[in-house]
């Protein structure tokens, strides 16, 4: 089995509902994401997928929330903002783009700052 990682990066703005205490009120962050994906086999010409094209595609998931108030994002319009559920949205989103490839999402680990992060797999 090969993992393969690579890092992006997106900055927005959000608040969470329903909880008590300072990010209740609208902050943002410098949100740095990690995509781990695996595959059981290489190409013929020995990757699994090629690094430009995975962040390509991990870019083209976190668009539309970079330099955004998550809060007014879909789905994020009808779940908390928080760094779990942006991770699983990632990932979920990211492995509908990858079903044509001979690899898939492992984990994506979404960081709010370098001391706080969230994994999300299945």
């Not at 007014?72 to 079903?99: D, G, H, Q, R, Y």
Request: net charge negative.
């Amino acid at each position: 089995m090969f993992d393969l990682t690579i890092e992006a990066q997106f900055s927005s703005a959000h608040q969470l509902r329903g909880y008590k205490g300072k990010c209740e009120a609208m902050h943002g962050h410098n949100w740095r994401v990690q995509v781990t994906v695996s595959s059981e086999k290489l190409n013929d010409i020995g990757i699994a997928i090629d690094f430009h094209d995975l962040k390509d595609m991990t870019g083209e998931v976190i668009s539309s929330l970079d330099h955004s108030f998550l809060n007014e994002v879909f789905p994020f319009t009808e779940i908390n903002p928080s760094s779990e559920n942006i991770a699983k949205w990632i990932f979920e989103t990211l492995k509908k783009k990858l079903k044509n490839e001979s690899c898939n999402v492992s984990s994506i680990t979404v960081w709010e700052n370098e001391g706080s992060s969230a994994t999300y797999y299945e």
